[in-house]
């Protein structure tokens, strides 16, 4: 897990901080969150226009299942602050929408469906994977977004993304220190990849690490059933480009030795060929099966991943083409196995009728504490989930500045992973299990569960000028 926050957390009211080793950190007492005082922080000054200032949130990257939880955070923590905040805007479509000053009136929605956004998913603002690079190479857009916060007397801005949408709220609360414009940045954190340092887990992974879990266990039976006559090797491919804590997760299916899956591959491990088909003959001559959990950026010793397709995204990351399908032939080729694969892909992250209850109370706190960080007068920070004991599981919320988190990973320690580097250790399944724990069932009308619809309503443009995406 690494350590804990750099320098410490700044807790407030006087609770003192300190960094700790290992997973869990140094809990404050409930209240308001506070933040490490950094250069950038600033008490956010009161505008030239008289009254309550406005704020802007925006969903980025890639959705979650819970993600719209953080959101019913921070609009219903804006709203019992109305003396303070004003208007409440929503980006369309993440940070396009405040480019193209496509903003959405957050105060038409009525409080139900504020509520209904707590079991939603996916993001219902909508999201973006639009990678601003640094001030240099991207100033104007820099700029331009805040000739669209000055143009809406914007001076609170929460981003609710992962490790490039924080630096993009770090270049934000620089560019408005060196221009003038009063302006708090707050970053919100969200990432099933569960790559984000400082923080204890991330807001996303609990549901994705639950969905994977029990997936890996519903098929490891169904392949059990059938193995004599049927399917042999099952693959099971998952997200997690750098970091294999998704992955990881499948081996909260096992409950004893040998149950599955039998081998996980982890981007942190590199893949040894003849290794994996010797373990994989070796199960099946055991078991009769062999059940695989597969991160997406499982790669070689040279660093290649095996699903490379020599393209990339749009944020400037390798486009992989599906790991699954290669191993199984690569197995069917080694061994002539019967063999299925499936891609987990979309339906982890959008999995909200088997959520963590934990992770949606996680997503839903990070929110509302994004809000009072902001009234607080800090800026260029990010609320962080801090472990304060597994068993029983407690945690509660502090802040670190941003610059801590941007452009960082965090990867699965060696000592999560077992010696022969297919399986997880005991010190890992302690991390993990807590984050998957209880339910939060979304309401069912006739078998189907019932999600948000927003009416999406639009802010008027002030601005004559036109931002092209």
Known sequence: MGAGPPCGAHPARGVKSRQTAGIGYASPPNGPVGARKTDLTMAVRRSTKPGPRNALYAQSGGVTAVINATAAGVIEAC?????????????????????TEDLIDTGRESAATIRALRHTPAG???????????????????????EVFRAHDIGYFFYNGGNDSMDTALKLSQLGAQTGYPIACIGIPKTVDNDLPVTDCCPGFGSVAKYVAVSTLEASLDVASMARTSTRVFILEVMGRHAGWIAAAGGLAARK?????HIILFPEIAFDREKFLARVKETVDRKGYCVIVASEGT????????ADMGTRDAFGHVQLGGVAPTLAQMVKQAHGYKFHWALADYLQRSARHIASRVDAEQAYAVGRAAVELALAGKNAVMPVIRRKSSKPYRWDISSVAIEAVANKEKMVPRGFITGDGFGITAAARRYLEPLIGGEAYPPYRNGIPQYATLKGVRVRKRLSTVFTV
Do not use: W
Not at 128 to 142: F, I, M, P, Q, V
Not at 299 to 306: I, N, S
């Open 124 to 146: 219902a603002f909508g999201s973006a994977r639009y990678k601003l690079k640094d001030l240099e190479r991207d100033r104007a857009k820099y700029e331009r977004l805040i």
């Open 299 to 306: 790669r070689d010793a040279d660093g290649k991943f095996l």
């Open 257 to 261: 030795a040998g149950d599955a899956p």
């Open 79 to 99: 709203r019992r602050h109305k003396g303070r905040i004003g208007h409440l805007y929503a980006g369309r479509d993440g940070i396009v929408g405040a480019l």
